[in-house]
C-alpha cells in the first residue's frame, strides 16, 4: 500500500511536471480565480516557463475573473476589495503585454476589444490612488495605462477616449512621480508634455521643481525663464525666479524681471480686453511688493515708498506691504549720513531727516508688529533702532527686552 502510494504521488509529480500550468487550469476550474492568478504570477518568475504564451492566457483569463467577482460586488451594492479590484485589473494588463510580446500576432481583435472594454478599470484605479495620495500605486497603474497605448493588440482596434486622455495620464504621473522624488520618470514624461499646449504649463513646472530638487541649478533657472516667457502671470515660475536672483545677491535683475512683467500684465490698460480679474489684481499686487522688496535691496528706498504708495492704492487692507514701507522708511534714515560735527547746522539737519523718516517708518512697523507678532525677527530691529533713535525709552526698553528673550531662547 505503501509502495502504490509513493508511485501515485510521483505520477502525480511527473503529470504536473509534464503540463506545469494544470494545476493553475484547476484553481480556475475550482471557482478560485485569484488563487489562480497568484499561482500563474509564480510560475512567470520561472525562468523555464516566463516565455510561455499560454501562462499569460491563463494569466488573462484569472484576471478577468478574479476582477468580475470584486466588480459583481460593486454592481450588487456589496462591499468589494478595492486594491484587489484595480490590482487585478494592472494584473490583466501586465499579462497581455507579456503576451503580445511574445506572440507578436498581427490579428486578435478579440483580445484588442477585451483591452479596451477593460482599460476604464485600469484608469478609475490610477485615479484613485492619485486622489488618495498612493503615488507609488497611482504610478505603477498609470504608466501601465500609458504604455498599453502603444501596444499592437491595442492599436489593431480605433483608438478611443482613453486614447485621447493621454496626456491627462502623463500629467498625473508627472505629479505622482514627483511626490515620489521618482525625478528620472518626471524628465521623461514631462519631456512630452512639454510639447502640449494644454500641459505645457505643468511640464515645465515640474520639471523646473525636479531640477531644483536635484541641485541642478542652471537647468532650474532656465526652466523659470522658459516659464516666464511661457506664461509669465503663473506665480510660481515669477516668485521663484524672483527669490533666486535675491539669493543670488542679483536685486537688479530681480527688479528687471518685475518691471517687464509689470508692464507685460498692467492693471490697467486701453489693450486689455476685458476688466481684470481677482487674480489679475493679486498677480500684479505680488509685482508690486516683489517690485518694493527688489528696490529695497538695492538702497533705493525712495522708489520703493513710491512702489508701496502703489501698491497701497490699489489695496488698503494687507499688511505685510507696511512692512515694506516702514523698512524702506527705516532704512533711509538709517542711510542718512550724519557730519562729524554734532553742532554743525548740516548735523542738525541730517538729524532732523532721519528723526522724520523713523517717525514715518513707526506706524508702519507697529501696524504689522500687531498683525504679526511672531515676525519678531523681521519688525523687532527696525523697532528697535526707530525708538532708541526717537528717545521712546519704553517702547525701546520693551522691544529690547523681547529681542534678548528672543536671542537667548535659541
Keep these: 500500500m505503501k509502495y502504490l502510494l509513493c508511485c501515485l504521488l510521483s505520477f502525480c509529480s511527473v503529470a504536473f511536471a509534464a503540463n506545469p500550468l494544470k494545476p493553475v487550469h484547476a484553481l480556475l476550474k475550482a471557482g478560485r480565480p485569484l488563487d489562480a492568478l497568484n499561482a500563474a504570477k509564480r510560475l512567470m518568475a520561472d525562468s523555464a516557463l516566463r516565455d510561455n504564451p499560454k501562462l499569460y492566457v491563463l494569466g488573462m483569463d484569472a484576471a478577468v475573473a478574479a476582477n468580475s467577482v470584486e466588480n459583481e460586488k460593486i454592481y450588487l451594492h456589496k462591499a468589494y476589495d478595492t486594491l484587489s479590484f484595480f490590482q ?29 472594454d477593460f482599460y476604464p478599470n485600469l484608469l478609475a484605479g490610477g485615479l484613485f490612488m492619485y486622489e488618495h495620495k498612493q503615488y507609488a500605486e497611482a504610478i505603477k497603474l498609470l504608466q501601465m495605462a500609458d504604455d498599453v497605448l502603444d ?28 511626490q515620489e522624488k ?23 513646472e515640474y520639471r523646473a521643481r525636479t531640477n531644483a530638487a536635484l541641485g541642478e541649478i542652471k537647468a532650474y533657472v532656465k526652466d523659470l525663464q522658459a516659464g516666464i516667457s511661457d506664461a509669465g502671470h503663473h506665480p510660481y515660475f515669477f516668485t521663484h ?92 534714515a538709517a542711510a542718512v549720513d550724519l557730519p562729524t560735527s554734532i553742532n554743525s547746522a548740516a548735523y542738525k539737519s541730517a538729524q532732523a531727516e532721519r528723526r ?29 533702532n526707530a525708538y532708541l533713535s526717537l528717545n521712546q525709552g519704553r517702547k525701546f526698553a520693551e522691544v529690547e527686552q523681547l529681542l534678548k528673550a528672543k536671542l537667548f531662547s535659541r
Design 88 to 116: 487585478t485589473a494592472y494584473d490583466f494588463f501586465n499579462c497581455a503585454r507579456r503576451y503580445d510580446a511574445l506572440t507578436q500576432k498581427s490579428n486578435n481583435k478579440k483580445l484588442s476589444r477585451l483591452l479596451h
Design 151 to 178: 501596444l499592437p493588440l491595442w492599436l489593431q482596434l480605433s483608438p478611443n477616449l482613453p486614447r485621447q486622455q493621454r496626456e491627462l495620464i502623463r500629467n498625473i504621473l508627472v505629479r505622482s512621480a514627483f
Design 182 to 204: 521618482k525625478y528620472d520618470l518626471v524628465l521623461h514624461f514631462t519631456a512630452d508634455s512639454i510639447q502640449n499646449a494644454a500641459y505645457r504649463q505643468m511640464a515645465i
Design 241 to 332: 525666479l524672483f527669490d533666486h536672483y535675491l539669493q543670488h545677491n542679483q536685486a537688479d535683475a530681480a527688479l528687471r524681471l518685475s518691471d517687464s512683467l509689470l508692464l507685460v500684465y498692467p492693471l490697467q490698460s486701453q489693450n486689455r480686453s476685458a476688466p481684470p480679474t481677482a487674480a489679475d489684481s493679486a498677480f500684479y499686487l505680488t509685482l508690486l511688493s516683489a517690485k518694493a522688496l527688489a528696490q529695497i535691496n538695492l538702497h533705493a528706498y525712495k522708489d520703493a515708498i513710491e512702489t508701496c504708495k502703489a501698491y497701497r492704492a490699489i489695496d488698503s487692507i494687507n499688511v505685510d506691504i507696511d512692512f515694506y514701507f516702514g523698512t524702506a522708511y527705516s532704512n533711509a
Design 356 to 384: 522724520k523718516l523713523y517717525v514715518k517708518a513707526v506706524p508702519y512697523l507697529e501696524r504689522y508688529r500687531k498683525a504679526r507678532p511672531n515676525e519678531a525677527k523681521s519688525w523687532g530691529p527696525l523697532l528697535y
